[in-house]
């Protein structure tokens, strides 16, 4: 079935409010609650596996956006959807974004496209089907994936939501006047994380510099490319965005950003980024927010109609 045009209720009348509405007034039940299942990774950390089963041979795994976890009504509306038909239903939290504070010391970032492979290499061995669905940050994280591996066994198709492809226009893109409370919002909660991973590892970082910071890329410049191994956060960026890998995906891929996403910059919301892509569509819709697409009165929301529909078609 054809997915008609998204249409915003008039009372959510742009980007903002498409956006914040969700994150603040959506209430959601899960169909089944998760199973919760623990993997220690390659290098013997772990990671949080959250599953809805029903003895599906079809698999869709769910990646969450910067500062998320399993919980947030994206990804639990995401689940229900798909849950609903009749698919197998995983979403993970990253290092860090557990109740527990993982190991090592790092943290997540937007290319650790190594911890995605733990979650799909130790889920996808029972099922015939695979399918990756990425959430902004996870959307980056995804495409990154499936461009480094460009086929992988199982994995049938995938759809990202509103997909930062340039990491680093994104993140100068937070830092703008209309922006402003997102990015606060964000650092609040970064730099909480970042208190605790010092506590643990002293010396990772320099503490009175992260104190300093104001912003998103001021944060990954001293904390998220150092300790992952980057030299700055140019480089970070630069070697992490994953419109530099979106020509070597060969699995059928769906990215679906909208025009008036706060968070997306007009580098990023331009189709010309998937000219040399073959396997890659750009859906580019005039409204819906950052991880929005909001209905007031119905269950599911559009972005998760047009997910399944994409994958059953």
């Known amino acids: 079935m054809k997915n008609k045009a998204y249409s915003p209720p008039k009372l959510l009348c742009n980007g903002h409010f498409q956006t914040i ?12 609650p998760y199973v919760h299942e623990r993997i220690i990774t390659q290098d013997q950390d772990f990671l949080d596996l959250f599953w809805m089963k029903q003895n599906s ?8 956006g910067l500062e998320g976890n399993v919980d947030r009504t994206y990804i639990k509306g995401m689940a229900n959807a798909h849950f609903t038909q009749n698919f197998d239903v995983l979403a993970w939290n990253y290092r860090g974004c557990s109740n527990q504070i993982n190991k090592l010391p790092k943290m997540y970032h937007s290319g ?4 995605l492979l733990e979650v799909v290499n130790h889920a996808s061995k029972k099922y015939r089907e695979v399918f990756l669905i990425g959430f902004s940050l996870g959307a980056n994280l995804t495409l990154k994936f499936l461009g480094e591996r460009g086929t992988y066994k199982n994995i049938k198709k995938a759809c990202t939501i509103a997909a930062p492809l340039d990491l680093k226009s994104s993140s100068l893109h937070l830092n703008t006047s209309k922006n402003a409370l997102y990015q606060l919002r964000f650092l609040r909660s970064l730099k909480k994380k970042a208190r605790t991973k010092h506590a643990q590892h002293p010396g990772l970082f320099d503490l009175k510099k992260l104190e300093n910071t104001h912003t998103i890329y001021d944060f990954d410049n001293i904390i998220t490319a150092p300790i992952h191994g980057f030299e700055h956060a140019e480089d970070y960026y630069e070697k992490c965005s994953s419109k530099n890998f979106l020509k070597s995906i060969q699995t059928p891929t769906q990215i679906l950003n909208a025009m008036n996403d706060p968070f997306l910059s007009p580098k990023t919301l331009n189709k010309s980024m998937i000219s040399h892509s073959d396997y890659v569509s750009y859906n580019i819709t005039s409204h819906g927010g950052h991880c929005g697409y909001p209905n007031l009165f119905k269950k599911t929301y559009w972005s998760e109609a047009f997910t399944v529909n994409y994958f059953k078609s």
């Open 112 to 115: 650790a496209t190594e911890d």
């Open 21 to 32: 509405y969700p994150s603040l007034f959506r209430r959601i039940k899960l169909l089944t």
């Open 57 to 64: 041979n079809k698999l869709v795994i769910i990646s969450h």
